[in-house]
């Protein structure tokens, strides 16, 4: 079935600092959507996107669908210590969740 | 949304056992997902289980190891069977409204 590559696997940054992760398929993708872990929690909704080369923007996080609807990004402009978590991007109707990047934030 | 609560929340079982993990919604669902996640790993899907028939399992998962009920449409049950270590994982129940999904917070199994 398809797959979606996630990178990076971690990252840890200065409070403050921006944030990227990025999902990458070899196929092109009906949908995408992008889930928060809190550690020890559960996966939450985020976002679904949709159409090809869309952004859309919730506060300081911004998502992105490629053009080709093969890639997608989540993007964290001046990540606070509420942002750390694992972020997942998962596609397709049985939503199969990409490996996740975990984000941990130096205050 | 949904509120889904699992029960139970964790627990520590020997190996060759069996333990059943219960999923309550407080809405009626068509479909329930359960899903695994071990540790430090993404989720997996393991089955959809659709109120009155059989659940229809993943690559790799088998309703000999991995039985599932749904009898009613605000109501699963997981059963992981026959346990080994390798079985330690976060099980979590899962439900769609629209595109959305909503997970329940989860059971966390550990297999000694």
């Known amino acids: 079935g398809q797959q979606v590559m996630q990178i990076p696997q971690y990252q840890h940054v200065q409070e403050g600092e921006d944030f990227t992760t990025y999902c990458n398929s070899s196929t092109t993708l009906s949908n995408i959507q992008w889930y928060k872990q809190r550690p020890g929690g559960h996966p939450v909704f985020l976002i679904q996107?949709?159409?090809?080369?869309e952004v859309k923007k919730q506060k300081r996080l911004t998502f992105q669908f490629g053009e080709a609807k093969k890639n997608s990004s989540l993007h964290i402009t001046a990540t606070q210590t509420t942002d750390v978590g694992t972020y997942f991007c998962?596609?397709?109707?049985?939503?199969?969740f990409g490996q996740g990047t975990e984000l941990s934030v130096k205050p | 949304s949904a509120v889904i609560s699992q029960k139970p929340s964790r627990d520590i079982c020997q190996r060759g056992t069996s333990l059943t993990i219960q999923c309550q919604v407080d809405?009626?669902?068509?479909?329930m997902f359960w899903y695994r996640q071990q540790p430090g790993q993404s989720l997996t899907l393991i089955a959809t289980?659709?109120?009155?028939?059989?659940?229809?399992?993943e690559s790799g998962f088998v309703i000999d190891k991995f039985p599932i009920s749904r009898p009613n449409l605000t109501f699963s049950t997981l059963t992981v069977s026959n346990m080994s270590p390798e079985d330690s994982s976060i099980y979590l129940c899962?439900?769609?409204?629209?595109?959305?999904?909503?997970f329940g917070p989860g059971t966390r199994l550990t297999v000694t």
């Open positions: 899962s439900v769609r409204f629209g595109y959305e999904q909503y």
């Open positions: 996107l949709v159409k090809s080369g």
């Open positions: 809405s009626q669902v068509t479909m």
């Open positions: 289980a659709n109120q009155g028939s059989e659940a229809t399992y």
């Open positions: 998962a596609q397709g109707g049985k939503l199969i």
